[in-house]
T-cell receptor
Framework: DVKVTQSSRYLVKRTGEKVFLECVQD?????MFWYRQDPGLGLRLIYF???????EKGDIPEGYSVSREKKERFSLILESASTNQTSMYLC???????????FGEGSRLTVL | KNQVEQSPQSLIILEGKNCTLQ??????????LRWYKQDTGRGPVSLTI?????NTKSNGRYTATLDADTKQSSLHITASQLSDSASYIC????????????FGRGTSLIVHP
């Protein structure tokens, strides 16, 4: 089975702190995605990556950056966390064969 | 702009009853449409995939339909169970370009005993 693992299920950070959210997939997928999910708004795309060292902005990239140094790992970085970044963050990788997205369990971030 | 609209926003039904969730999209050109199920506090999981040439596809008690002409899809759940309580998300992927999926906001289904 495909496994997408997110490093932390729950995080509490203070305003201005730097936050790293890590995501690792074990199926050699080229495409990986970071979304945030807020009540009533659904999943919104922050960044995606087609392959190692490649990244593209999604719909809401402001305040975020990403890193893809290895194929299996896609990291989301909040340089200076703000309260409006309190959210559920979901990482996904996509099968090249079927196009199916495989999601991690999510990281719930609270910024105080 | 590509959009996916789902209705209803939320739904409450009794265990054992059937229900139908709707999805309308404007994504073009169209590649495929997937329905995902997201349990509370978990990541979404794919239920079905529909391509342009498919009208109906079943996965156990879940049956998805697609009308590519009107750009509508539905997800029918038969004989609902308590474990069906979840959010159901319609996701449409374009063909060509970046192949970036467009997500609906989901339908929250609650099944009561």
């Amino acid at each position: 089975d495909v496994k997408v693992t997110q490093s932390s299920r729950y995080l509490v950070k203070r305003t201005g702190e730097k936050v790293f959210l890590e995501c690792v997939q074990d199926m050699d997928h080229e495409n990986m995605f970071w979304y945030r999910q807020d009540p009533g708004l659904g999943l919104r795309l922050i960044y995606f990556s087609y392959d190692v060292k490649m990244k593209e902005k999604g719909d809401i990239p402001e305040g975020y950056s990403v890193s893809r140094e290895k194929k299996e790992r896609f990291s989301l970085i909040l340089e200076s966390a703000s309260t409006n970044q309190t959210s559920m963050y979901l990482c996904a990788s996509r099968s090249t064969n079927t196009g199916e997205l495989f999601f991690g369990e999510g990281s719930r971030l609270t910024v105080l | 702009k590509n959009q996916v609209e789902q209705s209803p926003q939320s739904l409450i039904i009794l265990e054992g009853k059937n229900c139908t969730l709707q999805c309308n999209y404007t994504v073009s050109p169209f590649s495929n449409l997937r329905w995902y199920k997201q349990d509370t506090g978990r990541g979404p999981v794919s239920l079905t995939i529909m391509t342009f040439s498919e009208n109906t596809k079943s996965n156990g008690r879940y049956t998805a339909t697609l009308d590519a002409d009107t750009k509508q899809s539905s997800l029918h759940i038969t004989a609902s169970q308590l474990s069906d309580s979840a959010s159901y998300i319609c996701v449409v992927t374009p063909s060509g370009g970046s192949y970036i999926p467009t997500f609906g906001r989901g339908t929250s289904l609650i099944v009561h005993p």
